[in-house]
């Protein structure tokens, strides 16, 4: 014969877990970045570390991760203009997850 006296706070303690899961999902907590902002963070983290007002972005994709942004910028090497690719990677919160730079 089954007890149902163990089995009752276990069902009553995951249908609590699921009303909170679903008031933070729903907005309450949860704060996505757009897409502009997105590209606006990057821009001021490539400016920052580059030390450059000219960034041309090319791309920018929404992952699971969250968002990545790709593109270039000028840099200056002994008095040699280079372009320089970067990839910035941005978690659905905004903060800056990783910097890639890579020379052309």
């Not at 706070?9 to 704060?31: C, R, W």
């Amino acid at each position: 014969m089954r007890s149902f006296t163990n089995d009752f706070p276990f069902i009553t303690l995951n249908a609590l877990t699921i009303q909170i899961t679903e008031a933070i999902v729903g907005g309450a907590y949860m704060k996505e970045v757009s897409r502009v902002s997105v590209q606006e963070i990057a821009v001021e983290i490539i400016k920052k570390k580059k030390s450059t007002d000219r960034i041309d972005v090319s791309t920018i994709e929404q992952k699971a991760e969250g968002w990545i942004v790709r593109g270039t910028c000028p840099i200056d090497l002994e008095g040699h203009p280079w372009a320089e690719k970067f990839e910035v990677v941005v978690d659905q919160k905004g903060k800056v997850k990783s910097t890639y730079f890579t020379l052309l």
